[in-house]
């Protein structure tokens, strides 16, 4: 493909926008195309503008130099491990499908909020296996309930407000409704997003703090019963090639890629992790922060069915699978030898002569389905997240493969607030300033799709409705210096990147 239909297809992903296309794709490996500085508005638009699975976009040929970076990788392993290993995962895969089809939503942990802020071992192990859970009782029911009836009302009183489906709105271009403010700063809350930090693994240093975590201001979601319209296929967020491209993000998967798949370990690595360029091509829906975990807070009782969340529960061989993936190409089709022949590890050889990185387009998300990522067997292997209620949140690994169930059969709302735990780094400091300006003036937060926003909006929240614990994680106000030398430094770090003098 041309650098041409590379900026023909990226604009095409950007179907509302009024300024230029994004810049050519970098001509060198490991060069973004953005600086975290700089950030520019987005334009207008709604969730829609933002999903390849809701845009109905064809896969496109990669550039050569994307063959040129498979050969890279490939050639900087042994290929006998590589190959050995894809062997082995494969056959693992098999039997995972197997397990998960069989466990159902027993292959989601629920843990319950006390036992996640006092985790023994096993309940550790079970998070970290799966790399995602549900948890329970963090917000009182009453007070959940409560910021339903809140948005609720703040929905009706500002029809003009922008949603997907436009026609019977149900995703939000909601950022700063009280209710959003009250939740993101809840302590129970933010407590949970600590203790979920403090699974990944490393001494403190002075550019990444986990005990500290900011707050993101994303949407919400209210599905409506029967709705099979907001139903986005499996994918990774935290962007697509750039899990290969970019040498600092590839280094996280350096275990996978160097053919030893089983000693990779999704909780390490966050420094690379944090500091990796998870948007090279100016992505539509690309988030501008690193989120260490995904996560949602319930507000309505919402079980399996009913509009919920779907992850494949597995995170080390779903991750391994997922990188492995683009270095291995078929012999013979599914057509010519049936499902099992063409899964079995002898039909898979390395390939070093394809540019084909399956599912993960430029300035996209990486997507799965079952022609791209066959032998994670995604029908069977894809589970529906437990029953919630109102105050229990999800929560999911950022390299989680997640989709949401295409249909709502429930009687009920299927309502959610986004709230991601994010760790304190640099990048995210920056990120969380530039947002407080999109909460002054009531307009949508950087990542967002931009215009006019809640401006105008009848009961929509102010910097005056941040309660205490939670404004120094949205910058309105500096940190405490306290803790080790470390976190302190970390903190010192945020307060000036927040213009807090010291
Ligand atoms: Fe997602």
């Known amino acids: ?163 997907f489906p436009a026609d019977d709105k149900q995703v939000f271009e909601v950022y700063w409704s009280k209710p959003q403010l009250a939740a993101r700063a809840h302590p129970r809350s933010m407590a949970a997003q600590r203790a979920l930090l403090s699974l990944f693994a490393g001494t403190p240093t002075a550019s990444v703090s986990l005990s500290s975590p900011l707050t993101y201001a994303d949407r919400l979601r209210i599905r409506h019963p029967g709705d099979s319209r907001f139903a986005l296929g499996p994918h990774m967020d935290g962007g697509s090639i750039e899990r290969w491209e970019d040498a600092t993000y590839r280094s996280v998967y350096a275990d996978i890629l160097a053919g030893r798949w089983e000693a990779f370990d999704a909780f390490s690595e966050i420094e690379a992790r944090a500091a990796a360029k998870q948007n090279m091509y100016d992505g539509a829906g690309a988030c501008g922060i690193f989120r260490a975990f995904q996560g949602w807070t319930s507000l309505s009782d919402t079980g399996p069915g009913e509009g919920t969340l779907r992850v494949y529960p597995l995170i080390r061989e779903q991750t391994a699978y997922t990188l492995l993936r683009p270095l291995f190409r078929e012999l013979k089709s599914r057509a010519e030898v049936g499902h099992e022949a063409y899964l079995a590890p002898e039909n898979w050889v390395l390939d070093t002569e394809s540019t084909a990185f399956p599912g993960a387009p430029p300035a996209r998300s990486q997507e799965f389905n079952d022609d791209t990522h066959p032998h994670l067997q995604l029908s069977r292997a894809m589970v529906s997240i437990p029953r919630v209620r109102p105050g229990d949140q999800a929560w999911w690994h950022a390299d989680t493969i997640h989709a949401v169930e295409s249909t709502h059969t429930g009687k009920g709302p299927s309502a959610v607030m986004y709230i991601p735990a994010v760790p304190m780094t640099p990048v995210n400091a920056e990120y969380v300033r530039d947002q407080a300006v999109g909460l002054r003036a009531a307009v949508p937060p950087p990542d967002f799709p931009g215009g006019q926003g809640e401006r105008g909006f009848t009961g929509t929240g102010g910097e005056a409705d941040v309660p205490a614990g939670g404004r120094a994680a949205m910058g309105l106000e500096p940190f405490a210096l306290d803790g080790s030398a470390a976190e302190r430094a970390a903190r010192e770090q945020a307060n000036a990147i927040f213009g807090f003098a010291k």
């Open 1 to 163: 493909m041309t650098t041409a239909t590379l900026a023909r297809l990226a604009r095409r992903g950007l179907q509302t926008a009024t300024h230029a296309p994004p810049p050519p794709p970098p001509p060198m490996m490991g060069m973004g195309a953005m600086s975290s500085m700089g950030r520019k508005p987005r334009p207008e638009g709604d969730i829609g503008s933002v999903f390849a699975s809701l845009s109905g976009e064809e896969a496109a040929v990669l550039p050569a130099r994307f063959r040129d970076l498979k050969r890279a990788i490939i050639n900087d392993a042994d290929k006998a491990a590589l190959t050995a290993s894809w062997g082995r995962l494969t056959t693992r895969l098999a039997r995972a499908a197997d397990e998960i089809e069989g466990a159902q939503q027993a292959a989601v942990p629920t843990v319950a909020y006390d036992d996640l802020i006092h985790a023994d071992a096993g309940t550790i192990a079970k998070i970290k296996r799966a790399g995602a859970l549900v948890l329970t009782d963090v917000v009182p029911r009453a007070e959940a309930e409560q910021w339903l009836a809140e948005t609720e009302d703040y929905i009706k009183a500002n029809p003009q407000v922008k949603g």
